[in-house]
């Protein structure tokens, strides 16, 4: 068995393990996030107080006449609160002219009812394949850093225990009998 290294270095090291931890945390959050407010969130109407397109929807070889359209709203809350919020997705329809962004009145939002400052148009939340590639990525993350760190940390105790004269803790199989 050769020698397993003492010293950690790079991505390794505790500190950068545990940055790369809560950013898989973050990710995970963040991909959960839509269906958490699909799932337990409160629906509601909102009035629209801006509609800004952006992206060129004439452009057929390029977007496929898709653009991006980013909606500001208002809504009330039961306890006569208002907030606002805002969201941006992809559509067909081009709201750089302004008489299809005035047709745009209302729109569904979901809120959290214990957090309403985190809230959503109703059309981007719930289940939907792009909202799983960020708790996948960021489990993904967790689990080859503290793979990693987990896997040095038995093979420093297996040489250890082999080193210290092979007790009851020395690995048994092929690689032990020297």
């Known amino acids: 068995m050769g020698k397993i290294p003492t010293k950690r270095a790079g991505f390794g090291t505790p500190v950068w393990r545990v940055v790369l931890t809560v950013l898989g945390v973050l990710l995970i959050a963040y991909g959960l996030y839509s ?52 969201s941006t997705y992809g559509t067909d329809v081009d709201y750089h002219d302004p008489d299809k962004a005035a047709a745009l009145k209302t729109i569904s939002v979901r809120y959290l009812s214990f957090l309403p400052q985190v809230n959503k148009a109703s059309v981007l939340t719930g289940f939907q394949a792009d909202t799983l590639v960020f708790p996948i990525i960021g489990l993904l993350l967790i689990v080859m850093i503290n793979w990693r760190a987990v896997r040095h940390k038995n093979l420093l105790a297996a040489q250890e225990a082999q080193v210290s004269g092979g007790g009851e803790d020395a690995p048994s199989g092929p690689d032990s009998l020297e």
């Open 35 to 86: 269906t958490l407010l699909g799932v337990v969130g409160t629906e509601v109407a909102a009035q629209v107080t801006h509609v800004q397109a952006q992206g060129k929807f004439n452009d057929k070889s390029l977007t496929g006449g898709r653009g991006t359209v980013e909606v500001g709203y208002t809504f009330s809350l039961p306890d006569g609160r208002t907030l606002s919020g805002s």
